[in-house]
């Protein structure tokens, strides 16, 4: 660790790699400029990500980041002043951080599940969320609303229209290469992919997932041949979608239009998903039919699949049923929750140094 970074800076931004990001890919560096001054450099992956679109997801992922960020401060005694720079491109957005000493300023008691947040895309208790639980939750995202999909109907009628959608990530070969690469087999943790001990199917199934993940030729020999799709989408969108307390919809008041409201979705949900944490309830997003559906809501073709398309249109207009056209389209998150159990594997992050640019300053 760089000897030229100050004690408190050091431990904010330890804390604040925690933070989550689609398939773990930490789209950040850090630059120190003083010691009450620091960048944060963020980048996308929109280039070679299909559920990267417009680098909208990586900008989620810079909200969670800034809002851990601004957690951590407080245990330190500091308020964060965080300021998107302007002049840099979207797909390299700086963020300024400048930390304010304030007089009295308590520590948020989120700082402590920063750390112990984690997704489980295993299947959870079936136990209804409590009704005081939910009005924490509601009232850990001002400026926003959830939409709850409860009770079994509900639930079987998400998890049906999940596994649909994993059809639509499995059938595509625009998704190949970030499942190929976004997995560390035989893994429970991994700093920089996500561990296949995390992904939420059985070994058998990991072992003929890896297989066929050597190359799309593989994919599609065994989705024609050998109903390749079934059992992933069973594990992880049936089974999992039905035995949750909730499915939930973050929507905002207004659609986002630009890289500043996704940055400011990716805050409010990483105070959703702390101040659940610390409820003992446990989350998967389920980002990739919001995502889709932006898709074929502004008629961009992001598959050469017909059948994949017409899947997307369908699901895009069963969510505009469910939630209304307007609260579809401001929808900036959508995901599972529930009562644990807690997963036996997750994803780890990258050591500070590898963060830091320069390795400091
Ligand atoms: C913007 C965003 C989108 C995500 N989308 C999904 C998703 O569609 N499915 C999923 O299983 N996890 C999703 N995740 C969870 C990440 O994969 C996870 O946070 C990351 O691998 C780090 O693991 P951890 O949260 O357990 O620390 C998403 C996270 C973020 C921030």
Redesign the pocket.
Known sequence: MNAAIPEPLRRILDRAR?A?????TQPWRFEVVADDHLRVLGHDTRAHCV?DLDGH?SQ??HG?LLETLAIAATAEGLHADIQRQPGYPDSAPVYEVRLVRREGLAADPLVAMIER???Q?RAMSGHPLDIAHKAALAASVPGYRLVWFEGFSQRWALARFMAANGKNRLTMPEAYPTHRDIIEWAAHFSEDR?PER?VGVDPMTARLMRWALRSWGRVEFLNTWLAGTVMPRLQLDLLPGLRCAAHLALVAERAPAGIDDYVAA?RA?QRLWLVATSLGLFM?????PVIFSRYVREGRPFTAVEAVRERAARLAARMEDWMGVDGAHQTV?MGRIGYGPAPAA??LRKPLSRLLMDGGR
């Open positions: 925690w989550p990001s689609g398939d773990n559920y997801a989620i992922a969670a947040r984690t997704v895309r996500v995390a990716g949900l998967q997003p389920e980002m990739t998150f997750r994803s």
